[in-house]
Structures are given as structure tokens and as C-alpha cells.
């Protein structure tokens, strides 16, 4: 019973070393950044802490817009296929159903 709980020990040390240092490889430049001293405007800081990047320097990539939900899916059920099938988001949300960033017209889901 002794060796049982001994190697149960070793293998959770083993785990947990493993996930410590998983996350420590990370640079910036995977994340499709760029380190420096000041994001620039057109640019956000992304979190973390990155061995390419020197003590005071952010990872700094590039700010994207958030999309706007166009077509809200009320169901992926093949028998339920057609326009009742789809309608306008309120508001840029989807009170039922699944948001597309795609418009009603150019999907399957609502022909």
C-alpha cells in the first residue's frame, strides 16, 4: 500500500511541474505580436508574461473590431431549413438561437 500511494505522489509532482512550465514557454511573437515599451494606438497589450519580451516591454498586437452579429439561426435541424428559420439580430443579439456574422441571404440555414 506504501508503494501505492509513493507512486501516486511522484506522478502528481510530475503533473504539476509539467503545468507550471507549460505556460512559461510562451513569446510574443507566437501570439502574432511585437514587444515594446508602448502599444500603439491601433495596437492592445496582451496578457501574460512572454520570454521574448524584456522586464518592462508588452506584448503589443494588433486591436481587432468586434463584428457585429448579423443573422441569428434558430435551428441546425436540416427539416427546419428556410426563412422562418433565420431573422434579424435586436440590438447586435440574438434573444433564441445561434448569431452569424454572415448575412440571412448568403446562408443555407435560411434558403
Same mark, same amino acid.
Given at each position: 500500500? !506504501? $508503494? /501505492? ?6 506522478? /502528481?509532482?510530475? /503533473?504539476?511541474? !509539467? ?5 512559461? =514557454?510562451?513569446? &510574443?511573437?507566437?501570439?502574432?505580436? !511585437? &514587444?515594446?515599451?508602448?502599444? =500603439? ?5 496582451? !496578457? ?7 522586464? +518592462? #516591454? ?11 452579429? #448579423? &443573422?441569428?439561426?434558430? %435551428?441546425?435541424?436540416? +427539416? $427546419?431549413?428556410?426563412? =422562418? $428559420?433565420?431573422?434579424?439580430? *435586436? ?6 438561437? %445561434? ?7 448568403? *446562408? $443555407?440555414? &435560411?434558403?
Amino acid at each position: 500500500m !506504501t $508503494n /501505492l500511494y509513493g507512486a501516486m505522489g511522484a506522478g /502528481l509532482l510530475i /503533473l504539476v511541474l !509539467t503545468a507550471s512550465f507549460a505556460h512559461a =514557454g510562451e513569446t &510574443c511573437g507566437m501570439m502574432g505580436g !511585437t &514587444c515594446r515599451d508602448v502599444c =500603439g494606438a491601433k495596437e492592445q497589450a496582451e !496578457t501574460g508574461d512572454f520570454m521574448d519580451c524584456k522586464e +518592462k #516591454q508588452e506584448c503589443c498586437v494588433a486591436r481587432s473590431e468586434p463584428q457585429a452579429v #448579423q &443573422c441569428c439561426i434558430y %435551428s441546425f435541424d436540416a +427539416k $427546419n431549413y428556410g426563412p =422562418g $428559420n433565420c431573422g434579424a439580430p *435586436l440590438r447586435g443579439v440574438c434573444g433564441k438561437g %445561434s448569431g452569424s456574422l454572415v448575412a440571412c441571404e448568403k *446562408l $443555407n440555414f &435560411c434558403k
